[in-house]
């Protein structure tokens, strides 16, 4: 049984988007456009499909393939911005039973540097209209353990509400036991709270346990509360909070 809200959206929804959308490539401004619609492809989160008049005109080429997807049939094209090109990055809707997607396109997310809501960067993938996060501070203990042995206990976290993940329980660096913390290269981004600074492994008796703990010295706005503060990965970890162990979640996402 989940313990917490999910925000499932039945796959080809369509909705305007009110936000101004740019996208960057090679330094170039690929598309700016305040008529992007939100599609959602699978059920968590929407892709941003725009209409072609928005897009900078002399940067697709087409790839003379027609592909069939479940939005309907589309060209691919590739990219151009001065010596930059990236293969497949866009669709052309040219055929579809869905309203207003006839003659917009989708790039890939991926394939371009850097995208932009109203001025704000987004990374990973366009935020979910219907996703919530807040960090709220609290007095709840807290205590986080692996194979028995406690790596943080706090009675002040803040804890991250996400639609669509598990509570996650950011805690002091001075309440944290560092001596099995092992930092990592990893670095990981989210639409949502921004990239992460810091990543570490735990070391338990010489066992590796691989990118559990992560930090943000920058995040969004909207989760100032949790800067530089730790978070433990819920799904391999052990967590009680006020005494209670929590069941550990399966979920689709990483942090």
Same mark, same amino acid.
């Given at each position: 049984m989940?313990?917490?809200?999910?925000?499932?959206?039945?796959?080809?929804?369509?909705?305007?988007?009110?936000?101004?959308?740019?996208?960057?490539?090679?330094?170039?401004?690929?598309?700016d456009?305040? /008529? %992007?619609?939100?599609?959602?492809e699978?059920?968590?989160?929407?892709?941003?499909?725009? @209409?072609?008049?928005?897009?900078?005109?002399?940067?697709?080429? +087409?790839?003379?393939?027609?592909? &069939?997807?479940p /939005?309907?049939? $589309?060209?691919?094209?590739?990219?151009?911005?001065?010596?930059?090109?990236?293969?497949? %990055?866009?669709?052309?809707?040219?055929e579809?039973?869905?309203?207003?997607? *006839?003659?917009?396109?989708r790039? *890939?997310?991926?394939?371009?540097? %850097?995208?932009? *809501?109203?001025? *704000?960067?987004v990374?990973?993938?366009?935020?979910?209209?219907?996703?919530?996060?807040?960090?709220?501070? +609290?007095t709840?203990?807290?205590? $986080?353990?692996?194979?028995? $042995?406690?790596?943080?206990?706090?009675?002040?976290?803040?804890? $991250?509400?996400e639609?669509?993940?598990?509570?996650?329980?950011?805690?002091?660096?001075?309440?944290?036991?560092f001596?099995?913390?092992? @930092? +990592?290269?990893?670095?990981?981004?989210?639409?949502?709270?921004?990239?992460?600074?810091?990543?570490? &492994?735990?070391?338990?008796?010489?066992?590796?346990?691989?990118?559990?703990?992560?930090?943000?010295?920058? @995040?969004?706005? /909207?989760?100032?509360?949790?800067?530089?503060?730790?978070?433990?990965?819920?799904?391999?970890i052990?967590?009680?909070?006020?005494?209670?162990?929590?069941?550990?979640?399966?979920?689709?996402?990483?942090?």
């Amino acid at each position: 049984m989940n313990t917490y809200p999910l925000a499932n959206v039945p796959v080809n929804h369509v909705e305007p988007s009110p936000r101004r959308l740019r996208a960057v490539l090679a330094g170039e401004t690929v598309l700016d456009t305040t /008529q %992007a619609l939100y599609v959602w492809e699978w059920p968590f989160y929407p892709q941003y499909y725009v @209409p072609m008049a928005d897009v900078r005109p002399g940067l697709l080429e +087409s790839e003379r393939s027609i592909e &069939s997807t479940p /939005q309907g049939l $589309v060209e691919m094209h590739n990219v151009r911005a001065g010596t930059v090109i990236r293969p497949h %990055a866009a669709r052309v809707v040219r055929e579809t039973t869905l309203t207003g997607l *006839e003659g917009t396109v989708r790039l *890939e997310w991926s394939a371009i540097d %850097a995208w932009f *809501e109203e001025d *704000e960067r987004v990374f990973v993938h366009p935020r979910n209209p219907y996703v919530r996060v807040d960090a709220l501070r +609290s007095t709840r203990t807290v205590r $986080v353990s692996l194979a028995g $042995v406690v790596l943080a206990e706090s009675s002040s976290p803040v804890m $991250v509400f996400e639609t669509g993940l598990p509570t996650r329980y950011y805690i002091n660096r001075t309440e944290v036991d560092f001596t099995h913390l092992v @930092p +990592s290269d990893t670095v990981t981004e989210c639409p949502y709270k921004g990239t992460t600074s810091n990543y570490w &492994s735990i070391d338990i008796d010489g066992e590796l346990h691989r990118d559990l703990v992560w930090s943000y010295d920058f @995040p969004t706005r /909207q989760l100032l509360p949790v800067t530089g503060m730790l978070a433990f990965y819920n799904e391999k970890i052990d967590i009680f909070v006020d005494g209670r162990e929590l069941d550990r979640p399966h979920t689709h996402f990483f942090e």
